[in-house]
């Protein structure tokens, strides 16, 4: 069991997987930028934010992280915890992580390496989560902290953010069932000019 000599065969299976990934970068025309041996940075423009990747091996696993992509806002409270909680519940493949200071929001996704090998599948499926699923929360987060700027946190709930849109939505049928005053007018009437 000679230590060392173990030390350069992984550091090796490290570069050959982050050439893999590199191949599979370039096959698919995404420009990225090598920050380490071991470690590449791109950026991915979704609908609602332009994401900085981070992407290394770490433990036998490749790691694809998008770090701080929400920054100096508290995240220490109830609505935000329980709503990244519900999206973690609901999709395994994505962690978030709050920094130390509480301030700074991360995603990560990881992927287990087996036999320090990764198919292009495997690795369009783990970056494609990420990224859909950063750009897909990014909206209800800001909803949330800003929605607790203006009422009291007490009265804001995960389940009401998402409740409150299908509500809104079927009071906006019921109200153009209901209220026929506000129809539009037909071409046989005229319209009545205010001054």
Not at 51 to 58: G, K, S
Not at 119 to 126: E, I, K, N
Not at 132 to 137: E, K, Y
Request: aromatic share 8%; hydrophobic share 40%; net charge negative.
């Amino acid at each position: 069991m000679n230590m060392v000599s173990d030390q350069p065969e992984s550091e090796n299976s490290t570069r050959e997987i982050i050439a893999l990934v590199k191949t599979y970068l370039d096959a698919a025309e995404i420009r990225y930028h090598d920050i380490a041996d071991d470690a590449i940075e791109l950026y991915m423009q979704g609908h609602n934010l332009t994401m900085h990747v981070v992407i290394y091996v770490h433990n036998s696993h490749l790691i694809l992280r998008i770090p701080g992509f929400i920054r100096n806002i508290e995240l220490y409270r109830s609505d935000i915890m329980q709503f990244l909680m519900q999206v973690m519940n609901d999709i395994l493949d994505i962690r978030f992580e709050i920094g130390k200071d509480g301030k700074s929001l991360s995603a990560c996704c990881q992927h287990i390496l087996e036999d320090t090998m990764i198919s292009r599948r495997q690795f369009d499926l783990a970056f494609m989560v990420l990224i859909h699923i950063v750009d897909d929360t990014y909206p209800h987060l800001m909803k949330l902290i800003y929605r607790a700027d203006t009422t009291a946190p007490e009265s804001s709930t995960v389940a009401g953010d998402f409740a409150e849109e299908h509500e809104a939505a079927g009071r906006d049928e019921e109200e153009t069932d209901e209220n026929e005053d506000f129809t539009p007018a037909k071409d046989s009437e005229q319209t009545r000019k205010i001054n």
